[in-house]
């Protein structure tokens, strides 16, 4: 079945520094990408729709100077904290769809980070 | 708008019992509806999903849900439990209109426990 990479799984920096995260699609062209951040016992919420070649949508409350994502391939998309804060440790997790319907959507195994 | 609520954050119950795991939603429009297990350290995997047609939907690892309409719900269930199924358990809605997949409302989780 379709596979999406996600790395690092976990990261840990230093106040002030930016985290890349990257999320890959491995045996499709995923036409968007999602990323998702999960608080500690909460849910997931949506962060930012990613369409490959053009900018991405964010939601409502996230600022998209502090949270950049970048969409250049149909395989790749990234997403960089930029300035990490403590605040901004969470659980990171992307999923891809690969057409526009919506029952093919995997997930990626998250990304962990840890701002000291 | 659209809003998944998941009664109970933890739910226990014996191996061989019965597993419920108990959805309700809001939409403005017809809706997709999906379950999704994630296991510590893991990304999400899709258990079930609902889209259209039959509303008892039958999915991975013995679990079915059934879409009521009259009642705003999406219940998860499980005749026999196994010790395999401890995880937490995810509720979500995405808008059925064209290009709006994948943008995923997830409910507020519920971790199943498993006692032998």
């Known amino acids: 079945g379709a596979v999406v990479s996600q790395h690092p799984s976990w990261v840990i920096c230093k106040s002030g520094t930016s985290v890349k995260i990257e999320c890959r699609s491995l045996d499709f062209q995923a036409t968007t990408m999602f990323w998702y951040r999960q608080f500690p016992k909460q849910s997931l919420m949506l962060m930012a729709t990613?369409?490959?070649?053009?900018?991405?949508?964010?939601e409502q409350g996230v600022e998209k100077d502090k949270f950049l994502i970048n969409h250049a391939s149909l395989t790749l998309s990234t997403l960089t904290v930029t300035s990490a804060h403590p605040e901004d440790s969470s659980f990171y997790i992307c999923?891809?769809?690969?057409?526009?319907?919506?029952?093919?959507?995997?997930f990626g195994s998250g990304t962990q980070l840890s701002v000291l | 708008a659209q809003s998944v609520t998941q009664l109970g954050s933890h739910v226990s119950v014996s191996e061989g019992a019965l597993v419920l795991l108990r959805c309700n939603y809001s939409s403005s429009v017809p809706p997709y509806l999906f379950w999704y297990v994630q296991y510590p350290n893991q990304g999400l995997q899709l258990l079930l999903k609902?889209?259209?047609?039959?509303?008892l939907v039958k999915g991975i690892n013995g679990f079915e849900a059934e879409f009521k309409k009259s009642e705003t719900s999406f219940h998860l269930t499980k005749p026999s439990a196994h010790m395999s199924d401890a995880a937490e358990y995810f509720c979500?809605?995405?808008?059925?209109?064209?290009?709006?997949?994948?943008?995923?409302?997830f409910g507020q989780g519920t971790e199943l426990s498993v006692k032998p």
């Open positions: 999923s891809a769809r690969e057409d526009l319907r919506n029952e093919k959507l995997f």
């Open positions: 609902y889209t259209t047609g039959a509303t």
């Open positions: 979500a809605v995405s808008p059925m209109i064209y290009n709006q997949g994948g943008k995923l409302i």
């Open positions: 990613s369409n490959e070649g053009s900018k991405a949508t964010y």
